[in-house]
């Protein structure tokens, strides 16, 4: 009927915050905004997205993608506490320059903070 809650998976995760986020997301459809490297063309931006989902799904994350403008998509997930892992992957990412989940803002390893 409702969520198991198992403490001891929720602290092994670094931020108790976002364990808490995690749990309270589980199971329910998310979104995560993702924004490339404005320096990247439009099809080079479309390119690293599609080899971003590719990656995800070949890791068995159920995701897709859709391209909302030249330089951003969304990432669609059917279980919104696998969003934190998935940010994860994408922040590592070297035309990745910034994650948002629940207007929580995440920058990319590698972007400038010209870039931001």
């Not at 404005?38 to 590719?54: G, N």
């Not at 994860?88 to 990412?93: E, G, T």
Request: hydrophobic share 35%.
């Amino acid at each position: 009927m409702g969520q198991n809650f198992n403490m001891e998976e929720l602290m092994k995760n670094k931020n108790p915050a976002e364990a808490v986020k995690m749990f309270n997301k589980k199971n329910k459809p998310m979104m995560i905004f993702v924004e490339v490297n404005k320096k990247l063309s439009k099809f080079e931006a479309e390119e690293a997205t599609k080899l971003w989902a590719t990656s995800l799904y070949n890791a068995h994350y159920e995701v897709n993608r859709f391209m909302v403008d030249d330089h951003q998509a969304i990432f669609m997930i059917n279980d919104g506490s696998k969003s934190w892992e998935i940010k994860d992957f994408l922040i590592q990412q070297k035309n990745c320059n910034l994650v948002t989940i629940d207007q929580e803002k995440y920058p990319g390893k590698y972007t400038e903070k010209s870039d931001l």
